[in-house]
């Protein structure tokens, strides 16, 4: 037969209440207490059971993070930040990958469906505004992106065109006249198209010409980055700087230029977007944006958990008035770039 709650309770001279106080994590129980319980627990070889607890709660102490992709690095950070702010709470994170396509944003939710999560923070990036409209969920949403979102959803979303102008106007001022805009987009929705226009902002603000020459769409890789730069070189386009939309982008930029014979700063400047951790230990470090990402976390979970606590699973028309949050973005100065003219 398998081993019951009762029988650890017995095997270390407790209640069945003690037991369960000790494996839910609550602090109530004495230190002794616990160490009693737990060694009983190995000894037995009690296994809890999860699922019962949790259809008896009404919650698994699970939120789903929904990322367009797993190998880029901006979503890793998002999952780590979002994953030690939920380990405080006793809570885990499951992270699920969309390809960046509306099917794949559907179906993670269709799984959200099956109550495997008591909320789910979903990056848009396939579905459109009108498919975002239509969706009817079950459990808690919190959108996270760049296009405008229906109200009846909360969202959290960086200041894309202020970053791109952030980053675009310090090159202006440092004596950058030909800023290449790498990653950008002429058309089309999402992160390329916003940051397109605050690079264009900047260049408005400053009085100077734009040349649609300079915007180089491409992959959001190191490779694309690296790509952009030989095709600038190829073609014979002449810039002085470059504003990586990524600091993925950024990093295979400075490689680009350096297989170029082009040294940066002196030769060319660079900005990339996103602060990556490991941009301050680049050579020399990044100039970057940095889209405030801890207030973004702070945001999006604040978000989800009112969703979650305000009323019993079932019980969803409770009115709560959604929140569409942007992040602060500030610029990091590094070694990419020259000090203002």
């Not at 494996?23 to 002794?32: M, P, Q, S, T």
């Not at 999860?50 to 009404?58: D, E, P, Q, Y």
């Not at 975002?132 to 960086?158: C, H, K, S």
């Not at 202020?162 to 290449?180: D, M, P, S, V, Y």
Request: glycine residues 10%.
């Amino acid at each position: 037969m398998p081993v019951t709650m009762s029988d650890v309770a017995r095997a270390a001279g407790v209640s069945v209440m003690t037991v369960s106080n000790v494996l839910a994590g609550r602090k109530r129980v004495g230190e002794e207490t616990r160490r009693r319980v737990l060694a009983a627990v190995d000894d037995l070889g009690y296994e809890l059971n999860l699922t019962a607890r949790h259809l008896r709660a009404g919650r698994t102490d699970t939120v789903a993070l929904v990322v367009p992709r797993f190998d880029h690095p901006y979503f890793g950070e998002l999952a780590a930040r979002l994953a030690r702010r939920l380990d405080r709470s006793g809570r885990h994170l499951v992270v699920e990958q969309s390809g960046a396509s509306r099917e794949g944003e559907l179906e993670a939710l269709t799984l959200a469906r099956l109550h495997l999560y008591d909320g789910v923070l979903l990056s848009v990036v396939g579905m459109t505004p009108d498919d975002v409209a239509r969706l009817r969920t079950t459990v808690p949403v919190v959108l996270l992106g760049e296009q405008d979102m229906p109200d009846r959803f909360d969202q959290v979303r960086m200041d894309n065109v202020e970053g791109a102008r952030l980053a675009t106007a310090h090159l202006l001022a440092t004596g950058a006249r030909r800023i290449a805009a790498v990653g950008g987009s002429t058309s089309g929705r999402g992160m390329t198209m916003v940051r397109t226009l605050g690079w264009r902002r900047a260049h408005e603000e400053s009085g100077l010409p734009i040349d649609d020459a300079l915007v180089v769409p491409c992959d959001v890789d190191l490779a694309g980055g690296r790509r952009a730069i030989r095709q600038l070189v190829a073609e014979g386009t002449p810039f002085d700087a470059v504003f990586a939309f990524t600091d993925t982008l950024a990093t295979g930029v400075l490689a680009g230029l350096a297989e170029a014979g082009l040294r940066v700063p002196d030769d060319v400047q660079v900005v990339g977007f996103d602060n990556l951790d490991s941009s301050e230990f680049l050579v020399p470090g990044l100039t970057t944006v940095d889209p405030g990402h801890e207030a973004m976390a702070d945001h999006a979970l604040r978000l989800l958990d009112r969703l979650i606590d305000r009323a019993p699973d079932g019980d969803r028309g409770t009115a709560v008035v959604p929140e569409h949050v942007t992040g602060p973005v500030s610029l990091v100065v590094r070694g990419t770039t020259r000090p203002a003219a």
